[in-house]
């Protein structure tokens, strides 16, 4: 698997094409996204990867700066080192603005006021980091968006374009934390 890495370590779907960049999702960056278990521009410790790698457990995460009309947070977690046309989006949540933090292991379905969304390949849940053997260090975009109103149609959303469809526009801030693995 590493000699496959390693013949697509140039190949990466690039910053260019995250969520974080997509004129529909731009906001004032005033949300202070922070983890315990990882500094920003750090290693993720492996018991956060993905099944197979790690423990698959969500790293703690907390966050100040949210503005007080939020009605609800948006969470995506975003893959933008894959070698493939488009970044993999780990996981999408929505949460209750009354939370302003995720303790290790919080993003798990039996956690209250949590809802996951489809991420891609249609993946409900936490799916931690498993970056390709070989192919060298791969970001990892924690992005923490506020909105203005609850998402009332959740479970109709498949995938990150039809919530970003929903959303356009009408985000009131944001924040993000990149944590960085390499197999």
């Known amino acids: 698997m590493a000699s496959i890495g390693k013949l697509l370590r140039d190949f990466r779907s690039g910053d260019q094409h995250s969520v974080w960049n997509r004129q529909a999702l731009l906001a004032p960056e005033t949300i202070q996204l922070s983890s315990g278990d990882f500094n920003d521009g750090g290693r993720i410790p492996a018991t956060h990867s993905g099944k197979g790698v790690g423990n698959n457990l969500s790293p703690q995460l907390s966050w100040t700066g949210t503005p007080e009309v939020t009605a609800q947070l948006l969470l995506i977690i975003e893959d933008t080192d894959v070698p493939l046309p488009r970044p993999i ?31 891609s390949f249609w993946r409900r849940g936490y799916e931690g980091p498993r970056p390709l053997p070989g192919h060298g260090p791969h970001h990892y975009g924690f992005y923490l968006f506020a909105l203005p109103t609850a998402i009332s149609n959740a479970s109709k959303i498949k995938n990150v374009s039809q919530l970003i469809e929903v959303i356009s526009g009408q985000i009131l801030a944001r924040g993000r934390l990149i944590g960085v693995q390499e197999r």
């Open 89 to 119: 989006i780990h996981t999408m949540a929505l949460l209750d603005p009354a939370h302003s933090e995720l303790p290790t292991g919080g993003l798990d379905p039996k956690t209250a006021g949590l809802v996951f969304l489809p991420a």
